[in-house]
């Protein structure tokens, strides 16, 4: 099983730029697709945006232009670059592992004046 641990986050003014990180364990992480969900209060959990195993990604319409997916496979690690923050883009983020069903332990991220 793939364990996946999530750093960053936190509270970021509009406009302002945050990078989310997500550590996998084992040794299968570069064959892996890799997503990235968030949830605002009160709604469903969106996907935001994924990267297959040879680099494909793939962004919901709302982030698009702002936000970018990349990994990095020689330290287990999908990365998600957040620009031009938005008070919408408020929610938890968590990472996923499409093909083994594994999720982080999400973290929280703030935009706000």
């Known amino acids: 099983q793939v364990q996946l641990v999530q750093s960053g986050g936190g509270l970021v003014q509009p406009g302002g730029s945050l990078r989310l990180s997500c550590a996998a364990s084992g040794s299968i992480f570069s064959k892996l697709a890799m997503a990235w969900y968030r949830q605002a209060p009160g709604k469903l959990r969106d996907l935001v945006s994924s990267?297959?195993?040879?680099?494909?990604?793939y962004y919901a319409d709302s982030v698009k232009g702002r936000f970018t997916i990349s990994r990095e496979n020689a330290k287990n690690t999908v990365y998600l670059q957040m620009n031009s923050l938005k008070p919408e883009d408020t929610a938890l983020y968590y990472c996923?592992?499409?093909?083994?069903?594994?999720w982080g332990q999400g973290t929280q991220v703030t935009v706000s004046s």
């Open positions: 996923n592992a499409l093909q083994t069903g594994s």
């Open positions: 990267i297959t195993s040879v680099g494909s990604t």
